[in-house]
Structures are given as structure tokens and as C-alpha cells.
């Protein structure tokens, strides 16, 4: 089986995988960073959303081996110390998840758009989420987060 | 108000793990040396079984075992159940045809599960299961209701003639016929209630894990309701017996309804991990879970509301279809006969109501209760007719409803359709619904809209659902397999934190901070020394689970009466240490003073003293802090609301624009709004999706058409405006925390406001959803008819 390298959370990591071994599978099974999901085959939920080389992707879609030698964050890496994120907290501040299950992918989406957006209208986040589905909050209060969070960290 | 008490929006505390990736569901976790599961589903919606040779398959690299349906039949491993009887208009029980754990000689739907491969790998697995060659003899499906009723139907099952399984009926028919015979007007609507798909986001899941020493099986899986599944597997799947069976479910990641039920893959994969002594994993990917997990709704009706030349409403009459699928589950006959007749009154004092309902089986997935199960389709019936009886007559529709409601003052109000609703200020509701969503300014918004060539709509819901599953007489009455109280332990412990153990599961309604909100209330602790522990049947003594909108009114009745009992212990404790009589003692927020005079003692000082007995009356009272307590309502909680839903529609394309969507809501007391008003947002969204977006579609032959995310319309961010959600408060007079519950209301009261706001604007009936096509095709066919 090829070995493949890359750099997740800031830890360098190595790895045996198949040629068909997912990053997601890879992420989850490998490392037992168990925050990235998986909610469809399809790649249209959106719940496995990291970050390779500080753009959001699928990492249900992308091979492991696609990533070698890439900087990947997941939703393990947004705390600093303990402290909550900025997307993290707000989303807790304003009810942005119920169960859970889709929101690593949303925080990882939402942070790859301030990235590009530090001010985003309530429209450009909802268009911006057209590739990450909650089944349980209506999307109403995930809005809400991400725009309270773009606020906090304009400063 | 205390900051973390009952009505404050304190903050969650399961969030903090949600969002750093340390949620724990049923596939993050994994047991040492677990085999992979996969689940071989048939491509044929009806096909008899000629034979499977499952022996290429067995050889393949990394299996470990393939079974089939006669595997499970040497163990005496039995299938899915259903959990209610209804009784039929001839007096029978329905009819529920046995049904095995594998597909044993006969395919009903097209996914359902024929054999299972386990494997070192899922990759190994899911090879292997490609090898296993099935001997179909394919025969013609029937999907559709009608066909199915048709004389000339294949027959599904050999136990159910005409494919039957039950003709129900509800309310006085006579009366009703006689109403209708005196009437004024009469006006009649044929309603489809589009079939859905529940996709919480976490697909269904299960490790069966096997201790040889202890004989012990485990199931960790995505359940509502881990207690009901556990007695369900011991008592009628042979995978008992129940002390040495332990069912856990972790964080659920969505249920809907859809995780109450014992599922095929689930008993599939506890029994061979015994069977193989290892732990085995099964996880459904999302194709599967189209395919598999129970379906919603699916109704065809007929109805008919006669009323006097005022408007006043005489009687209504209606007869429904409803689809059960393939085979019955644990409600899919509760669901279409008492969970839907008995709310067919809605808000009004209509004098007569008779209901019938026949319900269907056809070769498609098994259907059964999603988020409001029974009463989201009442609504629709009730409300579209209302609406479209104010059109026909002339008259606004809020005068119509108002005419007819309820009046506050005839409260406890017997329905003709057997329940008696507790509560409710129905023009209170409408009042402020037409406040908010500022109905007399509609005219001029309208107005505006047509300058820009769109169509504007208005559409209202006002609607009524009895929630709360739910008092065990009546249940029992009714037909229902076991009582639904439900059971709360709280324990201090000696320095005075406290755990509190509920059999009511959160699968994301924040159970673990509003359970807290209440005990920090009642005892006086503080919010963040409460834990609460739900979700495993080692650990929690019993519980029935989370589903009919029952966790706040059943599952927080039972913690808040194990606080009370707790407060009743620490008080005779409490009377020894300040050498008091305990009839002297006074107890508020978690303190007992002696009266007038500044003695005093915690609740904590009491439970070290309880703990640690140095100074105690251990012949008076037993040491320990620990309470448990059951409850079980006297009633279903009946909550209600009046929904506004404001479209623009695109005549050239049929696409329909949200404009506003604004809920006023009573689910009584409010114990945590930031989380009811998620809930409702949450509903809306499912609601909306079902009268927008969402259909479930087979073909002739039984194949899913909508068997993926690319097919079938989840809605997206994009899809919704901001909603505005308000309660108004009328306490449920029969739980001790005037609680409604909110969980399905959104799902409820959303999708007839959001349709009737549709053919308010294009001035036509039009199905649910109503999609881009369909609402130009409605508009193509009023122009075509028009000229």
C-alpha cells in the first residue's frame, strides 16, 4: 500500500492507505480524528468539510494520497488552549447546531468564507452554504453565527 | 428568573464538544478487533427468491461470515414489529404480516436486505457482497394506493387480502351525513400528502459487540429510544434475554422519527456479532438510508366541509389513503389512524366529524411516523379546506376561522374525535399573526409585487396537535403496546453535584442543558453542577424515549416530580441537623430554614450529611440522596398556533420566492426560548421543504427515483428568509412545568400556510411540493382555461 505524508492540525503525519482510501476515511480511521463526518455519498451534505492548504473541501471527495504533502486543518484544530474559535463560539452564542452531526462542516465552511469575505451580507452566507445541509436548525441561527462571527473577528 | 433556571436561554452544554469535533456518535466509535458489515439490498421492488448462493462470496478475501435469511431463522431471530393495534370498522385488529430479519423467499421493496457480509474491511465487505448471486423471479410492483386496492393487485403478503391493512374510522357518521344534508355549501378538495424522506444527517448506525465470558451482547446504535429498543430485541427478536443485552446510543445526530424503530440492519448486526464473536460495525450510506429508513406522510384524501350561509361550519367528512409501505413498523398504525383522526377538528367547534381512513400496502419502503406523524397531515387537510371554503364563499379567511374557532372559554373542549383539548386562546394567535406579519398592509404588497409582474400570496395555518406521547390509559385504550410515561433519577452526591439520569434521548433537542435548567431551579444548585446522563441501558434504570414532541412535558414532568421528592428526603434530613420539627422548615432555592429564624441548611450540606452519616437518623431516614420518579400524564399536551406564509411567484418561471414566514405558537411554558425557537425554526424548514421541495418518487416498477441528495430537494440556506417566531403562553394545565412541547409543531402548522400562500398567489389548487414546474404548469393551465 502507498504511504502518504501531510501536515494535519500543524502535527506531521504518515500513513499506510489504498489507492482508493478516501481523506475523510484517512482523517477518521487513520488518525482518529473522528470530527470530520460523513452524511451522504454524494458530496453534496457537506459534513466532511476541511481545509487543505486553507481552502474548505470535501474530504469525502478528495483521495487521500490527492493530499500528500498538504497542510490540512479539521475541525480538531479551531480551538486554540481550550478557547473556543470565534465561528465556534459564535455558533454556541447563537444556537447555530442541534444535533451536531453537520456542524464541524459548517464551521469549516464558515471559516474558509471570512477567509475570502471579512464582511459577509446574510445573503452571500446563505448562498456560500448552498453545499453544507442542516437537517435541524432551518439554517436561521448558522446565519445568524457566521455573520455575529464576522463581526468579532473584523474586530 | 434565575440565569440557568426555567425560561432563561442558557447557553447549551453539549455544544462545547459538538463544535470541536468531540461529539461521540454510534460510527466514532470503534471496538477492538470489529468486522465490517454490509448489507446486500435487492435491485427489485417484488420478486420472489429462488435460492442465493452466497458461496464465491464466502471465500472472498477478508470475510468473515455471509448469512441469510435461514441463518437467522435456525437462531429463531424474528423481524420487525409493529407496536399498536387498530381496531377496524369490522371490528378486526389490522393486519401485520410477519416479517423477517433478512428477506427469506420474497422482496417487497426495492432495497430491501437479502444478506449481510462481514468482512475485516468495509471495502472487502462491500466486494464480497457482489459475488453473492440471488435467483430473482421478478414480478410486476405496485407502488401506487389504488393500484394496490384494485382486485387485479399482486397480492404482497399470503396473510393479507387485497393487500389491506386496515379500514379505520373515526367520529359519528350519521350526524355527519346529516349535517351535510342540511348544509348551505359544500366544499370539497382532493389533497395529495407528498411522500418524504427524513435524512437526518447522521445516517443510521450499529456496532454489535459480544462478551463470550459474561455472555453480554452490546448495541451501540442511533436510537431515539435505546430502553424501547432494547425490549423490542429481547422480547420479539430473540436477542435476550434483556439483562444480558445493553443498548447504547450515543449523541444521535438527527432522528425526526426516523431512529424510533427497530430496524433489519440493526438486529442483523447484534446477532452476528455474537454469532462471530466480535464486534461488528454497520453504517448505512446515505443510498442506503434512502432506501431503507422509514419514509413519511404519503396520504390521498378526499374531504368535504359543510357549511350554514354564514360561514358557520356544520360538518366534515373525510376519507384518506395512506401508504404503509412494504411491511409494518413499530407506529405505521398509529400514525394514519389515531395520530391523524383525532385531530381532524383543528381549531374549530365543528359539530360533526367523521374520518375514515383505509391504509395500504404497496411495494415501497416501509412508512411510518416522521416529525409530527399523523397531525402535520390533519392540518393540511383541515386547513386547505378551510381556505379554500373562505374563497369559495367569499369571505376573508381569518373571519372564516375566526367564526368557527374554538372560544377560550370552552376549554377542557371534547372533539368529536376523541380527544379533549386542554387549552388554548386561538384568537390570541391570530390576533398577533396578523400583527406581525402585517395582514392589512397585504393588499398594497400585493400591489407592488404585480407592478413587477409577480404574484403575491398569502397563506395561513391555524392548526392544533396533541403531543406529549403520551397518557398510558388512553393509549392503552387505543390500542397502543405499552404505556408512555417516562422516568427520571436524580442523585446527589455527597458534595453536592448532582447526575440526573433520564430515559428521554436527545438526538439534538439539548436535553442535557434544559433538564439541568430545571433541577438547577428546584434544587438550587447551580446550572453547571448538573449532569445529565441519558442514552444507556446500564446506566439509566428505564425510559421510553424521545419522539411525539414528549420530552419536555413527559421527560421533564418525571425530573421535575424527582426533584420534588428529593426536596421531601432532604427536608427530614434537614430537620435532624437543625434539630427542627420538619413541618417547621421552609424550603426555597435549595435551602431549608427553620421558620423565622436564620437556620439554616443547603441542600448540599443535607445530601454530605445524607452521604457521610455522622450525624444522621439513620432509623428515621435511609442515607443517600437519591430520588427516582415516573410520570405519566393525565392527557395529551395540545399545542397550537397560527402560522402566516407571504410568496412571491415568478409567473414566467413558476419560481416561488419566500416573502415572510411568521409563526405565533402556544407550547405553554417556555423553559428554554433560545431552544424552542430553534425547534420551531428547524420545523419550518422541514415543513417548508415538504410544501416546496421534497417528494419521494418510485417509478412503476418500484425503483427510488429520489435516492440521493443530487435527487431528492434538501432545502438549503438559500431556500429560506429569515423566520419570526413568538409564543403565547397558556400553560398545560395537566404537567407540573405547564409544558406543550414544540418539537413538531414547525413540521405541523408550515406546510398548508406555505401552500396556501401559493395558491393564494396563482389562484389554483396545486399539490405539495409545489416546485418551479408545477406552479407554471397550474399557471399555463388557469390561462388555457381562462380563454
Known amino acids: 500500500m502507498p504511504s502518504v505524508s501531510m501536515t494535519v492540525n500543524g502535527k506531521a503525519v504518515t500513513g499506510e492507505v489504498e489507492g482508493r482510501t478516501l481523506l475523510v476515511e484517512f482523517l477518521r480511521q487513520n488518525l482518529n480524528l473522528t470530527g470530520t463526518h460523513v452524511g451522504c455519498d454524494t458530496s453534496q451534505c457537506g459534513a466532511c468539510v476541511v481545509h487543505v492548504n486553507g481552502k474548505s473541501v470535501k474530504s469525502c471527495t478528495t483521495l487521500a494520497l490527492q493530499a500528500e504533502g498538504a497542510e490540512v486543518s479539521t475541525i480538531e484544530g479551531m480551538a486554540t488552549n481550550g478557547d473556543l474559535h470565534p465561528i465556534q463560539a459564535a455558533f454556541k452564542e447563537h444556537h447555530g447546531l442541534q444535533c451536531g452531526f453537520c456542524t464541524p462542516g459548517m464551521v469549516m465552511s464558515a471559516a474558509d468564507l471570512l477567509q475570502q469575505n471579512q464582511d459577509p451580507s446574510e445573503t452571500e452566507v446563505r448562498e456560500w452554504l448552498e453545499g453544507n445541509i442542516c437537517r435541524c436548525t432551518g439554517y436561521q441561527n448558522i446565519v445568524k453565527a457566521i455573520q455575529a462571527a464576522s463581526q468579532e473577528m473584523k474586530g | 428568573m434565575a440565569e440557568s433556571g426555567i425560561g432563561a436561554s442558557v447557553r447549551r452544554k453539549e455544544d462545547n464538544r459538538f463544535l470541536t469535533g468531540k461529539g461521540r456518535y454510534t460510527d466514532d466509535i470503534n471496538r477492538h478487533g470489529q468486522a465490517y458489515a454490509y448489507f446486500l439490498l435487492s435491485p427489485h421492488a417484488r420478486a420472489k427468491i429462488n435460492g442465493i448462493d452466497t458461496s464465491a462470496a464466502k471465500q472472498a478475501p477478508g470475510v468473515v461470515g455471509v448469512f441469510t435469511a435461514a441463518d437467522l431463522a435456525a437462531d429463531g431471530v424474528g423481524g420487525p414489529i409493529c407496536g399498536w393495534v387498530v381496531t377496524q370498522k369490522n371490528g378486526e385488529p389490522h393486519k401485520s404480516p410477519a416479517v423477517s430479519a433478512l428477506a427469506s423467499d420474497r422482496i417487497n421493496f426495492a432495497g430491501e436486505q437479502v444478506a449481510v457480509v462481514v468482512a475485516e474491511t468495509l471495502t472487502q465487505a462491500k466486494d464480497a457482497a457482489e459475488l453473492i448471486e440471488v435467483d430473482y423471479d421478478v414480478q410486476q410492483a405496485v407502488t401506487k394506493m389504488k393500484d394496490s386496492l384494485s382486485s387485479s393487485a399482486p397480492q404482497l403478503h399470503d396473510d393479507v387480502p387485497g393487500n ?149 361550519f356544520l360538518g366534515l367528512r373525510v376519507s384518506t389513503l395512506a401508504n404503509v409501505g412494504a411491511h409494518n413498523q413499530i407506529f405505521s398504525t398509529a400514525t394514519p389512524s389515531y395520530l391523524y383522526g383525532c385531530l381532524l377538528a383543528g381549531q374549530y367547534k365543528t359539530p360533526a366529524v367523521y374520518g375514515e381512513v383505509k391504509t395500504v400496502f404497496t411495494n415501497t419502503a416501509p412508512v411510518d411516523a416522521y416529525r409530527g406523524a399523523g397531525r402535520p397531515e390533519a392540518t393540511f387537510v383541515v386547513e386547505r379546506l378551510v381556505d379554500k371554503t373562505a374563497r369559495e364563499l367569499g369571505m376573508d379567511a381569518t373571519d372564516l376561522r375566526r367564526k368557527n374557532f374554538i372560544p377560550k372559554d370552552q376549554f377542557p373542549y371534547q372533539s368529536p374525535c ?370
Open chain 2, 418 to 787: 376523541l380527544v379533549q383539548y386542554d387549552s388554548g386562546d386561538f384568537n390570541l394567535l391570530l390576533d398577533r399573526a396578523k400583527e406581525v406579519i402585517d395582514y392589512d398592509g397585504f393588499a398594497a404588497r400585493r400591489q407592488e409585487s404585480a407592478a413587477r409582474g409577480k404574484l403575491r400570496g398569502l397563506g395561513l395555518s391555524c392548526w392544533i396537535e396533541a403531543c406529549g406521547l403520551a397518557p398510558s390509559a388512553v393509549v392503552g385504550a387505543l390500542g397502543g403496546g405499552v404505556g408512555q410515561w417516562e422516568s427520571a433519577n436524580i442523585k446527589f452526591n455527597p458534595t453536592g453535584s448532582v447526575t440526573v439520569f433520564t430515559g428521554s434521548h436527545s438526538h439534538g433537542q439539548g436535553h442535557e442543558t434544559v433538564y439541568a435548567q430545571i433541577v438547577s431551579d428546584q434544587l438550587g444548585v447551580p446550572f453547571d453542577s448538573v449532569e445529565v446522563v441519558h442514552g444507556d441501558t446500564a446506566v439509566v434504570p428505564f425510559g421510553m424515549g424521545t419522539y411525539g414532541s414528549r420530552s419536555g412535558p413527559v421527560g421533564g414532568g418525571a425530573i421535575y416530580k424527582a426533584a420534588q421528592k428529593i426536596i421531601e428526603k432532604g427536608r427530614k434530613v434537614a430537620a435532624h441537623l437543625l434539630e427542627a420539627s420538619a413541618e417547621d422548615l421552609e424550603y426555597a432555592d435549595g435551602t431549608y430554614t427553620v421558620a423565622g429564624t436564620d437556620r439554616t441548611k443547603t441542600l448540599a450540606e443535607v445530601a454530605f450529611a445524607a452521604y457521610v452519616p455522622h450525624n444522621y437518623p439513620l432509623d428515621e431516614v435511609e442515607p443517600g440522596l437519591d430520588e427516582t420518579a415516573f410520570f405519566d400524564p393525565a392527557n395529551f399536551t395540545f399545542p397550537s398556533g397560527a402560522y402566516f406564509a407571504e410568496v412571491e411567484v415568478d409567473p414566467d418561471t413558476g419560481h416561488v420566492t419566500i416573502m415572510n414566514m411568521i409563526g405565533i405558537d402556544d407550547v405553554g411554558t417556555v423553559m428554554n426560548p433560545m431552544i424552542v425557537h430553534g425547534q420551531l425554526h428547524g420545523g419550518f424548514a422541514q415543513g417548508i421543504g415538504q410544501a416546496l421541495y421534497e417528494q419521494c418518487v418510485y417509478d412503476e416498477n418500484g425503483q427510488l427515483i429520489t435516492g440521493s441528495l443530487m435527487d431528492y430537494c434538501m432545502p438549503r440556506a438559500d431556500n429560506f428568509p429569515m423566520f419570526t417566531t413568538e409564543e403565547t403562553n397558556q400553560p398545560c394545565p395537566h404537567n407540573p412545568l405547564g409544558v406543550k412541547g414544540c418539537g413538531e409543531a414547525g413540521a405541523i402548522g408550515s406546510p398548508v400556510a406555505m401552500l396556501n400562500a401559493v395558491v393564494d398567489a396563482i389562484g389554483t389548487d396545486i399539490d405539495m411540493p409545489a416546485t418551479p414546474e408545477k406552479v407554471w404548469r397550474a399557471l399555463q393551465s388557469r390561462a388555457q382555461a381562462a380563454e
Open chain 2, 164 to 312: 389491506l391493512c386496515f379500514d379505520w374510522e373515526i367520529g359519528d357518521k350519521a350526524a355527519t351525513d346529516a349535517a351535510f344534508a342540511n348544509a348551505h355549501h359544500v366544499t370539497k378538495i382532493d389533497i395529495l400528502n407528498n411522500r418524504l424522506i427524513p435524512n437526518a444527517m447522521e445516517t443510521r448506525a450499529a456496532i454489535g459487540d459480544y462478551d463470550s465470558g459474561t455472555e453480554t451482547m452490546t448495541l451501540y446504535t442511533t436510537s431515539q429510544n435505546p430502553h424501547v429498543a432494547r425490549l423490542v430485541l429481547a422480547a420479539f427478536m430473540g436477542l435476550g434475554p434483556e439483562n444480558k443485552l445493553r443498548v447504547v446510543a450515543p449523541d444521535v445526530g438527527g432522528g425526526f422519527g426516523s431512529k424510533i424503530y427497530v430496524y433489519r440492519d440493526e438486529i442483523v448486526t447484534l446477532w452476528a456479532a455474537k454469532k462471530l464473536d466480535r464486534p461488528v460495525k454497520w453504517v448505512a450510506d446515505r443510498s442506503a438510508a434512502f432506501l431503507t429508513d422509514a419514509h413519511g406522510r404519503d396520504h390521498d384524501t378526499h374531504a368535504e366541509l359543510a357549511v350554514d350561509k354564514d360561514g358557520t
